[in-house]
Nanobody, 123 residues
Framework: QLQASGGGLVQAGGSLRLACAAA??????????LAWFRQAPGKEREFVAA????????YYATSVKGRFIISRDNAKNMVYLQMNSLKPEDTAVYYC????????????????WGQGTKVTVSS
């Protein structure tokens, strides 16, 4: 139900915007908390950012706070992750995820997952 896109190769200091489209009714989409997670090679999946149902509240991992911005467009069933000042350590496969309850940084609590989009940041 979720389709992530927008990954690619970028130099350190550059920017990318990830997008995640939800194949869901508008009512369902607005019932979801949405989040982005990432998994680097050889590492466990980690929380990146989350946004509340209405989009007013956002939460970030310490490692990306001040550089990444999560947002959602409930009219278009879309969630975005604007990534600025990218670093080589941001290299990972990025996943969007949704859940019916409130925001969480624990991946096991999310109900639906996109297929992932790869981001590579070169030094």
């Amino acid at each position: 139900q979720l389709q992530a896109s927008g990954g690619g190769l970028v130099q350190a200091g550059g920017s990318l915007r990830l997008a995640c489209a939800a194949a869901a009714s508008g009512v369902t989409f607005t019932s979801w908390t949405l989040a982005w997670f990432r998994q680097a090679p050889g590492k466990e999946r980690e929380f990146v950012a989350a946004v509340s149902r209405g989009g007013r509240s956002t939460y970030y991992a310490t490692s990306v706070k001040g550089r990444f911005i999560i947002s959602r467009d409930n009219a278009k069933n879309m969630v975005y992750l604007q990534m600025n000042s990218l670093k080589p350590e941001d290299t990972a496969v990025y996943y969007c995820a949704s859940r019916y309850s409130g925001t969480s940084d624990y991946d096991q609590l999310y109900d639906y997952w996109g297929q992932g989009t790869k981001v590579t940041v070169s030094s």
